[in-house]
């Protein structure tokens, strides 16, 4: 049956003296750009199934200011910090998930010392810990039973937070053939987005590095590559375009890996 | 007696050289900004068992790995025979602990012997693999020079010391008052035939190579990568604890940022008495790193992990990881030799950005923080480019112009790109799903 979603804000719960269990921190690429958008859709859409009661910011969620700080510009990280622990402090935000590895590092490593102490979890772990506790199933083996799906980690997921397992936890459960690439988990390649560079033009060299990752890609022989962020999301879909391998590979978020063998969206 | 007496000025000498560098270095790491990693103990001897002790990350990469270790395990245990010939050397006796510990004593020499060859072998190895087989790692734009020679000297050093050892075991092996060890009694037809004083005289010879050559490696340690078996020790010990994907809060721009943020601040205050004076931002100059980047730099084996795993650099941009810590520690020394000279240090117009690490290698790094993982003894190169960005950012304004609209953006929008904050929930407009919980 098709639903329209309504999503609350904490403005909305906390004008009518509620409080959601978790906090969603949707992030800029989440927000603004288009292909992320379908990401954020798809996990939303999780979190209504299982019936979680989650809230967002709206437009009162702003940059964390991860890119500021990591091309140097600490004023403005500490600015964007300070502005945004004040609005969820206001709201007494207990729990945030994000879908984003840049949000959640920030959030999770740097606002503590600012005077922001949340529980913060990355999707990939939240998704987890629901097919643990069999809140989601995959109903019929799913979309994608025995599909060759390969996962791409994220620096500020894997190397920078030592999460490795739960994202593979996640496609286990689809009932895919996982196939590690040549360079995976502690070893994983860099998308070439991470440290601002997603803002800017690459330095000069011989290469992309989202073109070296096809490498290993490809000789993967995956039919989809699963990302479990924003950024990754866009370089991994534009070396796959830069390979003329659109039609052959796609690259899906972990939410909308879910969402989708679940049904809950297209 | 003359020959104790000749011993214990060299001794003396060669340990006090040691120790006067040793000092000059402790004093150039703390030249660096104050930083606290004394907390976690338990956490820090862990690592450095774990790491240092117990090469955890040698192994990685198996075939360095194993003959690493080989070479380590040699070293450490090779140098408590190095115990009795400094004893020896003093008192003008020979092998003192053989009839203290009798029979064991061959077992234990018989061993060392045997751990010789190994370290011999594995010297050997690694000199083939930096000079025959092309290993990219080794052939990077900073290793021209000085640190391929400094490798190689290395390397040659240990095959010159662990032969001395042996030959001169095989001389006594042709001694019938002495005898051989498990590996020198194979080697002794070496020496067959050579006359009583002939052996005496190559098994001097070889005894003070052996001492000799112990002292003048340890002098040359401070001006080499192999600086590294003393240091990774503390460098592990002090490595961050915290996930590597945590960059520090800058001190001095929470001030800045709660006074700007809290309007009752009267921000023509004067500072309150003992207030230092606002440093510079970030880091310019090693001087402005804090003492943790410069312990990495001493620490630094010149392995070249990092930079085979970085992204920026297998794809042909400027940056290497390893040219970062190599930077760091030769303008240090720069800046420590200018002490030594001058008393304090005199403006010799150079900078660690600018004349040595260019803008456009910081720039592109991901810090995707393979480069640390990498890294065998701990180091964190992301921390140094880290701070030389902030001083690119915060001090000179030469950031890369789309950077410089990035921030702009964040600063009016809430979002690195040009979108109106206004459309930051758009997402959620018309979201329709095909729920199954509604169907019942
Ligand atoms: S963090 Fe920077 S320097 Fe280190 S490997 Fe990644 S891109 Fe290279
Ligand atoms: S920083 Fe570490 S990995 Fe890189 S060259 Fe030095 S010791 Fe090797």
């Known amino acids: 049956m098709s639903t329209t979603l309504k999503i609350d804000t904490m403005a909305e719960l906390a004008a009518r003296g509620e409080a959601p269990e978790i906090l969603f921190w949707v992030g800029c690429a989440g927000s603004f750009d288009d292909r992320a958008r379908r990401i954020t859709r798809a996990f939303a859409a999780i979190l209504h199934e299982v019936g979680i009661k989650f809230a967002v910011l709206g437009t009162e969620e702003s940059c964390t200011g991860d890119p500021a700080k990591r091309a140097g510009n600490e004023f403005l990280f500490q600015m964007q910090a300070m502005q945004n622990i004040q609005v969820m402090n206001m709201y007494e935000v207990k729990k945030i998930v994000t879908a984003c590895p840049h949000c959640f590092n920030t959030l999770k490593n740097e606002y503590p010392d600012l005077g922001g102490n949340y529980e913060v979890l990355h999707h990939a772990t939240l998704l987890q810990q629901l097919i643990n506790e069999g809140r989601i199933k995959v109903q019929g083996g799913g979309t994608f039973k025995g599909k060759r799906i390969t996962f791409h980690d994220s620096c500020y997921l894997g190397r920078a937070n030592g999460i490795y397992e739960a994202p593979r936890a996640v496609l286990e459960a689809l009932d895919a053939d996982l196939v590690e690439m040549k360079r995976s988990k502690a070893n994983g390649l860099c998308c070439g987005a991470g440290g601002a560079q997603m803002f800017k033009e690459a ?6 590095v989202n073109i070296e990752r096809m490498d290993d890609v490809l000789e993967s022989k995956a039919e989809v590559v699963a990302a479990a962020c924003p950024f990754c999301m866009t370089m991994l879909t534009d070396g796959i375009k830069n390979k003329e391998k659109e039609s052959s590979i796609h ?16 | 007696m003359i020959q104790s007496l000749v011993f214990i000025v060299l001794l003396a000498a060669g340990a006090g050289l040691f120790a006067r560098q040793v000092v000059r270095i402790r004093r150039n790491i703390f030249l660096g900004r104050p930083l606290d990693r004394t907390d976690r103990p338990a956490d820090r001897w862990k690592t450095m068992a774990r790491v240092a002790l117990g090469q955890s990350k ?5 075939v360095a790995g194993f003959f690493h270790i080989l070479i380590y395990v040699g070293f450490v245990l090779i140098n408590i025979e190095v115990l009795e010939i400094v004893i020896d050397g003093i008192f003008g006796t020979h092998r003192i ?7 064991f004593y061959n077992v234990v020499i018989g061993f060392f012997e045997v751990l010789g060859v190994g370290v011999l072998l594995a010297c050997v190895v690694f000199l083939w693999r930096r000079n025959v087989q092309p290993l990219a790692r080794f052939k990077s734009p900073e290793m021209t020079g000085w640190p391929t020679l400094d490798a190689n000297l290395i390397l040659i050093i240990e095959i010159v010391l662990m032969s001395a050892l042996l030959l001169m ?16 009694n194979m080697l002794a037809p070496i020496f067959a035939g050579v006359s009583p004083e002939g052996l005496h005289l190559i098994e001097r010879v070889c005894w003070w190579l052996h001492i000799v050559g112990i002292l003048a490696f340890l002098n040359y340690l401070p001006y080499s990568k192999h600086f590294h078996i003393i240091m990774a020790f503390p460098n592990t010990w002090y490595a961050q604890l915290e996930p590597a994907g945590q960059l520090s809060n800058m001190e001095s721009v929470k001030k800045e940022v709660a006074l700007m943020m809290d309007p009752n601040a009267n921000p023509y205050a004067a500072p309150a008495d003992g207030a230092e004076a606002p440093g510079r931002f970030g880091a310019k100059d090693v001087q402005d790193l804090p003492w943790k980047s410069l312990l990495d730099a001493y620490s630094c084996t010149e392995c070249g992990r990092c930079t085979s795993v970085c992204p920026a650099n297998t794809t042909g941009k400027l940056l290497s990881p390893r040219k970062i810590m190599m930077d760091t520690r030769d303008r240090l020394a720069e800046v420590g030799a200018n002490i030594d000279k001058n008393g304090s240090f005199v403006d010799d117009g150079k900078s660690l950005l600018g004349d040595y690490i260019t803008a ?19 180091i964190n190169p992301v921390s140094i480019i880290t701070e030389l960005r902030r001083y690119q950012a915060m001090e000179a304004s030469q950031v890369p112009s ?10 009016n929008n809430g979002a690195p790109w040009q979108f109106p904050a206004a459309d930051r929930f758009a997402w959620a407009d018309n979201l329709t799903v095909n729920s199954k919980k509604n169907e019942a």
């Open chain 1, 203 to 208: 330095e000069k060299g011989n290469k992309e």
């Open chain 1, 251 to 266: 690259v899906y978020d972990l939410a909308e890996l879910v969402a989708k063998a679940n049904g809950l969206i297209d």
């Open chain 2, 58 to 62: 040698m192994v990685s990469r198996p």
């Open chain 2, 97 to 103: 602990f053989k009839p203290l510990l009798g029979d």
């Open chain 2, 169 to 184: 075991n095989a001389a006594e092996a042709n001694m019938p008052d002495k005898g051989g060890y498990l590996v020198s």
């Open chain 2, 360 to 378: 456009e290698e910081i720039q592109a790094c991901t810090t995707c923080n393979a480069c640390v993982e990498a890294c065998p003894v701990l």
């Open chain 2, 402 to 411: 789309e950077w410089g609209l990035m921030f702009g953006n964040i600063e």
